[in-house]
T-cell receptor, first 113, second 109 residues
Framework: NAGVTQTPKFQVLKTGQSMTLQCAQD?????MSWYRQDPGMGLRLIHY???????DQGEVPNGYNVSRSTTEDFPLRLLSAAPSQTSVYFC????????????FGPGTRLTVT | SQQGEEDPQALSIQEGENATMNCSYK?????LQWYRQNSGRGLVHLIL?????REKHSGRLRVTLDTSKKSSSLLITASRAADTASYFC?????????FGTGTRLTVIP
């Protein structure tokens, strides 16, 4: 199993540009989520999904959209990039129970200039 | 915010010593988990303790949970240079996992 994969690993955007961060998992996990990690802030939840076709907002959803058309994929879209979105983005997945561990992808380092 | 807080923010010890990190949180939880993050990498799950458990062991790791004080601790015994990393506690709510700000552990060979 590849686990949780994320692309790209690095990205530089100009203010106002849009892009999609890709996330895929091959473990048939129902739950997937996106976090951003900023220095000194820990990881903050952006959006999550409990299954295909179902998404919901986390702590910091503004400026981001998600969709879940398949179990495997959970892309994160930045609609109009802002410097405040400069961060490292992590995708994670787990099985259906809250007593399962989460598996994290390697992260995408995004810089918005 | 539902984030927990780790204490200390940074810890530096000699190889072979024990390292203790603490986590405090604010809301009721299903379970509490600890993760490790090596520099520039993703997070790796270490251990999960359920809300009805008080202590759990895994290899050189010992985790305690006190739900009355809303706090947890992670003990790493006989530390190694390879344990150098950031350690995060995370509290599990109804659906989601909320992370603390982390403890940066440096183990000096």
């Amino acid at each position: 199993n590849a686990g949780v994969t994320q692309t790209p690993k690095f990205q530089v955007l100009k203010t106002g540009q849009s892009m999609t961060l890709q996330c895929a998992q091959d473990m048939n996990h129902e739950y997937m989520s996106w976090y951003r990690q900023d220095p000194g802030m820990g990881l903050r939840l952006i959006h999550y999904s409990v299954g295909a076709g179902i998404t919901d907002q986390g702590e910091v959803p503004n400026g981001y959209n998600v969709s879940r058309s398949t179990t495997e994929d959970f892309p994160l879209r930045l609609l109009s990039a802002a410097p405040s979105q400069t961060s490292v983005y992590f995708c994670a997945s787990r099985g259906g129970s809250v007593y399962y561990e989460q598996y994290f992808g390697p992260g995408t380092r995004l810089t918005v200039t | 915010s539902q984030q927990g807080e780790e204490d200390p923010q940074a810890l530096s010890i000699q190889e072979g010593e024990n390292a203790t990190m603490n986590c405090s949180y604010k809301t009721s939880i299903n379970n509490l988990q600890w993760y490790r993050q090596n520099s520039g990498r993703g997070l790796v799950h270490l251990i999960l303790i359920r809300s009805n458990e008080r202590e759990k062991h895994s290899g050189r790791l010992r985790v305690t949970l006190d739900t009355s004080k809303k706090s947890s601790s992670l003990l790493i015994t006989a530390s190694r240079a390879a344990d150098t990393a950031s350690y995060f506690c995370a509290t599990q709510g109804a659906n989601n996992l909320f992370f603390g700000t982390g403890t940066r552990l440096t183990v000096i060979p």
